[in-house]
């Protein structure tokens, strides 16, 4: 099985801060990656598709790289409305859609 | 506008069998680009992604292994909607239940990169005597 672990688990930052969170495939996963968003007692909405690729609507703050094993979301300048729970998510192989474990993305 | 309309009950007894049902509008179970899937989310498992069905001339399921004995995740086309049903729930099968649509949102030639686009309202399902 692919496990995808992300770092930190927790994070405080500050409105307008630039804020990176990682995620790490266990294999080869090319750009089969996307990145969540979810809020407290909400389902979780998708932010970015194949490693890099903005869903429409997301305010272009969000941005996501990486390929392989290795992948990051930024966020340039944190929005209050920001401040939640992020996911990746991998979609190459059995099982599929497995998740990362979350970064919880707090006020400081 | 697709939407996903989740209904079910919250309170399954230890033993029974945990049954939700997803409505969906704006969109087709027999969908030909779709994929129709449930997830559950509790503090121990995090996201854990359960199983699919779809339809590409004929239907398909997949399962996760770790529930693959006792479930079952069905099309219904005269309601456009799917259902899951989880067989011999022990209180470690307490979880918010999501169900989603995985579309193609990346698809360029051979390549086609799904994600979860839609997503139900979430079921707070509770095992317990």
């Known amino acids: 099985d692919i496990q995808m672990t992300q770092s930190p688990s927790s994070l405080s930052a500050s409105v307008g801060d630039r804020v990176t969170i990682t995620c790490r495939a266990s294999q080869n996963i090319n750009t089969y990656l996307n990145w969540y968003q979810q809020k407290p007692g909400k389902a979780p909405k998708v932010l970015i598709y194949a490693a890099s690729n903005l869903q429409s609507g997301v305010p272009s703050r969000f941005s996501g790289i990486g390929s392989g094993t290795d992948f990051t979301l930024t966020i340039s300048s944190l929005q209050p409305e920001d401040f939640a729970t992020y996911y990746c998510?991998?979609?190459?192989?059995?099982?599929?859609?497995?998740f990362g474990q979350g970064t919880k993305l707090e006020i400081k | 506008q697709v939407q996903l309309q989740q209904s079910g009950p919250g309170l399954v007894k230890p033993s029974q069998t945990l049954s939700l049902t997803c409505a969906i509008s704006?969109?087709?179970?027999?969908?030909?680009?779709?994929?129709w899937i449930w997830i559950r989310q509790s503090p121990s498992r995090g996201l854990e992604w359960l199983g699919r069905t779809y339809y590409r001339s004929k239907w398909y399921n997949d399962y996760a292994v770790s529930v693959k004995s006792r479930i079952t995740i069905n099309p219904d086309t005269s309601k456009n909607q799917f259902s899951l049903q989880l067989k011999s729930v022990t209180p470690d099968d307490t979880a918010v239940y999501y169900c989603?649509?995985?579309?193609?949102?990346?698809?360029?030639?051979?390549?086609?990169?799904?994600?979860?686009?839609?997503w139900g309202q979430g079921t707070t399902v509770t095992v317990s005597s």
């Open positions: 989603a649509r995985a579309s193609p949102l990346f698809d360029s030639g051979p390549t086609s990169i799904y994600g979860l686009d839609v």
């Open positions: 998510q991998q979609s190459y192989s059995s099982p599929l859609y497995t």
């Open positions: 704006g969109d087709s179970v027999s969908s030909y680009s779709a994929a």
